[in-house]
């Protein structure tokens, strides 16, 4: 495991920059966090890395969000699943075969179902004030070595 800290929402962002820039594809980023704590500012950071470059938004409402590029990132809010039901209703299951990089806000709620392959781990969390988060990845150490 790797612990950073990140003393403001563009650190935290840089962050997600630096793992982008290292994933092939066929990752999944799953988040750990509570409201607030910059999980969709990662994931902006993400798709830079990825060299996406476009606007990213929280896909609370979606439940998915689409990026394209020459690895797709696939943006997932989990907030509101809570049944196998709900999870395949999001097409989840799918979006895994596709080659592209998952990124999933509130894990914490469909933990049972990620995948063990590739698997990457962000638990988000408020540092000392407002604008500091902690961040811990934990996974294969070729991506946690991308905040070394």
């Avoid at 003393?7 to 999944?28: A, M």
């Avoid at 895994?96 to 509130?106: F, K, Q, T």
């Amino acid at each position: 495991m790797v612990e950073v800290i990140s003393n403001s929402p563009e650190q935290t962002e840089v962050f997600g920059e630096l793992l982008g820039k290292v994933l092939t594809g066929g990752e999944t980023v799953a988040y750990f966090g509570g409201l607030g704590m910059g999980k969709t500012r990662f994931t902006a950071g993400l798709a830079r890395g990825m060299g996406i470059d476009t606007d990213v938004s929280s896909p609370t409402f979606a439940l998915v969000h689409e990026y394209r590029g020459v690895k797709n990132l696939y943006h997932f809010d989990m907030y509101r699943i809570s049944t196998f039901e709900d999870l395949c209703s999001t097409g989840f299951y799918d979006y895994l075969d596709w080659g592209g990089v998952l990124a999933v806000e509130w894990s914490e709620n469909i933990e049972n179902a990620l995948p063990e392959d590739k698997l990457i781990k962000i638990e988000i969390s408020r540092g000392e004030n407002d604008d500091s988060r902690i961040l811990r990845m934990s996974g294969d150490s070729i991506y946690e070595n991308s905040w070394r």
